[in-house]
């Protein structure tokens, strides 16, 4: 079965710094990406995406992903993170169908100023 | 124009009551996912709907647990009975070109 790891529960950093959080998959196939971000008492948003194509993806707010087959990974980064990019992220798979996701346990992000 | 919207946006009962989750999709959206976030966890899976093809209850933790949709438009998702541990947010989800949108959830509380 797939499974996705987020390996840090919890990261902080400060205002201005760069940032990369950590996501894993195990599947057979390159299933779809995703990272979602989600702020206290609020639904989940889509930061970016990957289907197939360019291995560097843009998304909103600024951050990036990088797909590496090789490492099975989907790291989110952000060169400079401002204090309202604390929340918590999810990185999610498809694996193909457009069926259910299947999601990683999360990472809670907390920027000091 | 509007995303998916859920209510009540929180619901309090007391254990082996009955409860019932309300999801709007956004219209025009025919598949549509409801997920379970438990406090400090990622998002599980519960069911999916797509069109009129039978739902994927895979997810559905027991039979205390049911969902319906009709057609494309408006799902609940009720919890028969409920126990402490189905505490949790509920999340309801819709697709478009392979991406879900979710809305803001429904938080339960099972006291």
């Known amino acids: 079965a797939q499974s996705v790891t987020q390996p840090d529960i919890h990261i902080t950093v400060s205002e201005g710094a760069s940032l990369e959080l950590r996501c894993n998959y195990s599947?057979?196939?390159?299933?779809?990406l995703f990272w979602y971000v989600q702020s206290p008492g609020q639904g989940l948003q889509l930061l970016l995406k990957?289907?197939?194509?360019?291995?560097l993806v843009q998304g909103i707010k600024g951050f990036e992903a990088e797909f590496k087959r090789s490492q099975s990974s989907f790291n989110l980064r952000k060169p400079s993170v401002h204090w309202s990019d604390a929340a918590e992220y999810f990185c999610?798979?498809?694996?193909?169908?457009?069926?259910?996701?299947?999601f990683g346990t999360g990472t809670q992000l907390k920027v000091e100023l | 124009g509007a995303g998916v919207s859920q209510s009540p946006s929180n619901k309090v009962t007391e254990k082996g009551k009955d409860v019932e989750l309300r999801c709007d999709p956004i219209?025009?959206?025919?598949?549509l996912y409801w997920y379970r976030q438990r406090l400090g966890q990622g998002l599980e899976f519960l069911i999916y709907?797509?069109?009129?093809?039978?739902?994927?209850k895979s997810g559905l933790p027991s039979d205390r647990f049911s969902a319906e949709r009709t057609g494309e438009s408006v799902s609940t998702l009720t919890i028969q009975r409920t126990q402490q541990e189905d505490s949790a947010v509920y999340l309801c989800?819709?697709?478009?070109?392979?991406?879900?949108?979710f809305g803001p959830g429904t938080r339960l509380l099972v006291l």
């Open positions: 599947y057979g196939a390159t299933p779809y």
């Open positions: 709907f797509q069109g009129n093809s039978a739902p994927d």
């Open positions: 989800a819709c697709r478009q070109q392979e991406t879900q949108y």
């Open positions: 990957y289907f197939s194509g360019d291995t």
């Open positions: 219209s025009g959206h025919t598949a």
């Open positions: 999610a798979v498809d694996a193909g169908g457009g069926n259910k996701l299947t």
